[in-house]
């Protein structure tokens, strides 16, 4: 991304959790100067050890001076922003988000901010929080905006070359689109890995249970990882898209119900061969 | 596990896949003679490339001389052994598996050998084959047995000393029981995983799946991991352990209808408590 914009070489990050706090230390890599913006003081202070931005601060003003604001709130902060925050963003500043729905995004902040792109890094890790941050998180991972018709282009590129010049790939899509695609591949996932392990929670023979545990290998552990993940993320993913989930649990049961019912006829060849078909198609989706 | 016994030092494994070849390479490291028996001389060769066995063979006669006889065949074969693989076991051979159910073994084998041992070594990888084979594939891990009334004791002491020598973790429990807790710990999140995958195929938004394919990261990866395995493995595990599969499907549909609800209703708090819950008892699990 070219260094020297128009305006200033200050880019603000709101948030310095795990994105937040990446954006701040790659940014900085790459020559901006970064201005972070945190609720509380103790975050401050950590964020300084940290050095995840060059300045750090609970005032909104900081980001006064800044071309760019990547606003990396947890998505219920995101989608209720203070006033204080609004007030604070510069009108001529590009604005962006890296909430993981967009549809209530934008509803919320195409109101807000007439420069306001729909972002959504595809990066994580299992953490949470100032300690998070980590170098190199969004290289070779997909950056995907969602533009509409009122979106200002060269607010677009801006946001583009950025994601660019941090490795990631960028995807553009509707909105719509993408709360789909991610009720599918993210947001179902989730459910499908927690019910597991609660109807591990709801076994009430306890000798059976101490045995599960001595035996629960790798495949256990992968296909429950993300149904043991942060509650509040996975609560914030599903109030935000309840309507696609919703769709994605109904289309799940009846995949679920068609396999059951196979094994209930005990039609070994037609298992057999839809297991060979989810077999094949996976490669496609790692 | 003391090397010289009464009868001979040789171990015959039946069998020279994952589990049979790699049960081969660390028997052989411990001292022991192995002798290797497999189906088809393409499989002899390979198996004498890789030094699976110092003795590698398609015929039976070359267990004759050996006090211990591991059946590695896949769960199919095992269920319905060859007469001439049962006429060539020694009498006063030890017999073990390695299958993963074990109802259905004890059911066939406690008629067919007096010595016979129902185990099951809880390890793995994605691999199966004459190529798979690998070193200290069991070392810490659990290694099941289910001696039931008829069981001779000298004969399960010899397993549990093989397995500790394995760096295995021995576990003795009833076989209903160990059929019981597999289902729920390892065939059940293969199912769970497989139709998340068949959802995936069954989309036919093509515009959508393929935004969801550059989406996908990698808690889709894990979470269909297993259930994109091996279709061969995955239908014997289903055909052989059917009654419980099913009463964990059951038990699994109900976890997943009571999240659903909760979704539908939009209880947001009691959607976070049901995470929370998940989230705390996965890592006895794991």
Not at 178 to 195: C, F, G, K, N, R
């Amino acid at each position: 991304m070219e260094q020297n914009t128009k305006q200033s070489n200050c880019i603000g990050i709101v948030g310095l959790g795990l994105i937040g706090g990446s954006l701040g230390l790659d940014l900085q890599s790459l020559g901006w100067t970064v201005h972070g913006l945190t609720h509380r003081q103790l975050t401050v202070n950590k964020a300084k050890e940290r050095k995840l931005a060059q300045v750090i601060s609970t005032d909104p003003k900081i980001l006064s001076n800044c071309s760019l604001v990547i606003i990396a709130l947890p998505l219920a902060e995101l989608l209720k922003p203070e006033p204080e925050l609004i007030n604070a963003l510069p009108k001529s500043a590009v604005i962006t988000d890296v909430g993981s729905v967009k549809t209530p995004v934008l509803k919320v902040w195409r109101k807000l901010h007439p420069r306001f792109i729909g972002s959504h890094p595809m990066a994580g890790t299992a953490k949470a929080g100032v300690e998070a941050g980590t170098k190199n998180l969004f290289n070779q991972r997909p950056w995907i905006s969602t533009p509409e018709e009122s979106t200002d282009n060269e607010a677009l590129e801006i946001v583009h070359q950025l994601a660019l010049s941090l490795g990631s790939q960028w995807i553009t899509a509707k909105a719509e689109m993408h709360d789909q695609a991610v009720a599918l591949i993210s947001h179902l996932p989730v459910l499908v890995s927690a019910a597991l392990l609660k109807t591990i929670r709801n076994e009430e023979n306890s000798s059976l249970l101490a045995l599960a545990k001595d035996l629960a290998s790798s495949g256990f552990a992968d296909t429950t990882r993300v149904g043991g993940g942060n509650p509040k993320l996975g609560t914030a993913m599903m109030s935000n898209n309840t309507a696609e989930i919703l769709r994605a649990i109904t289309s799940y049961r009846s995949s679920l119900e068609a396999i059951e019912k196979i094994i209930l006829r005990e039609q070994w060849k037609e298992l057999e061969s839809e297991l060979e078909k989810t077999q094949a198609i996976r490669p496609d989706f790692v």
